[in-house]
């Protein structure tokens, strides 16, 4: 909707201009030209002081970190020296917890191997290479005791891959017998 005023020009509302002195003339020009350099000089050192504070106050910040810094060293490094400590516990003790855990294995090793022996026959040495394999030194009087035995610890959960490496004759007093060496793979 658009609104007319019929009113004449003298009964109509009058609104209030307010009117800037005139800049004409040497004197109010130069007037607000000092005006306008001062507070533009005021404006360029209050900027200043405040970012001379500014600086300051984070030069003493930087002052009161570097203070608390050396005051914490002795800890950091005391915490430093520990976890390293943590660390060559933490190791000894997998080292532990590794051994407990076949801490029986080579008893049940050794049980299965005297199970498993046929009469008239002994051994002569069991010696664990490199902990995965094993090799089983004997005496028996027959081929067919070692093929007994080697089949035996073949079907035992603990050896694999049992194979003959020596089969030869040897005398014991006046007895004939067979000297052998058998070496498997072992798994706890």
Same mark, same amino acid.
């Given at each position: 909707?658009?609104?007319?005023?019929?009113?004449?020009?003298?009964?109509?509302? $009058?609104?209030?201009?307010?009117?800037?002195?005139? #800049?004409? @003339?040497? @004197?109010?020009?130069?007037?607000?030209?000092?005006? @306008?350099?001062?507070?533009?000089?005021?404006?360029?050192?209050?900027? @200043?002081?405040?970012?001379?504070?500014?600086?300051? !106050? #984070?030069?003493? $910040?930087?002052?009161?970190?570097?203070?608390?810094?050396? +005051?914490? +060293?002795?800890?950091?490094?005391? =915490?430093?020296? #520990?976890?390293?400590?943590?660390?060559?516990? !933490?190791?000894?003790?997998?080292? =532990?917890?590794?051994?407990?855990?076949?801490?029986?294995?080579?008893?049940?090793?050794?049980? &299965?191997?005297?199970?498993?022996?046929?009469?008239? %026959?002994?051994?002569?040495?069991?010696?664990?290479?490199?902990?995965?394999?094993?090799?089983?030194?004997?005496? /028996?009087?027959?081929?067919?005791?070692?093929? !007994?035995?080697?089949?035996?610890? *073949?079907? %035992? &959960?603990?050896? *694999?891959?049992?194979?003959?490496?020596?089969?030869?004759?040897?005398?014991? #007093? !006046?007895?004939?017998?067979?000297?052998? /060496?058998?070496?498997?793979?072992?798994?706890?």
């Amino acid at each position: 909707m658009i609104k007319i005023n019929l009113l004449p020009p003298e009964d109509r509302k $009058k609104t209030h201009r307010i009117k800037l002195p005139a #800049l004409s @003339g040497g @004197g109010p020009k130069a007037v607000w030209m000092i005006a @306008g350099i001062v507070v533009y000089a005021g404006m360029v050192i209050a900027i @200043g002081s405040l970012q001379s504070k500014s600086a300051r !106050d #984070l030069e003493a $910040k930087i002052t009161k970190v570097k203070q608390e810094s050396e +005051a914490l +060293a002795p800890q950091l490094e005391r =915490i430093r020296q #520990l976890t390293k400590e943590r660390e060559e516990v !933490d190791r000894r003790l997998g080292i =532990i917890a590794s051994l407990d855990r076949e801490r029986y294995f080579r008893v049940q090793l050794l049980n &299965d191997i005297s199970e498993k022996m046929p009469p008239n %026959s002994w051994l002569t040495s069991v010696k664990e290479n490199g902990g995965t394999e094993i090799t089983i030194d004997g005496v /028996t009087f027959s081929n067919y005791l070692i093929a !007994d035995l080697m089949s035996s610890l *073949d079907k %035992s &959960d603990h050896f *694999d891959l049992v194979a003959l490496s020596i089969a030869q004759e040897g005398r014991i #007093l !006046d007895h004939k017998v067979i000297q052998f /060496t058998l070496s498997s793979r072992i798994t706890p």
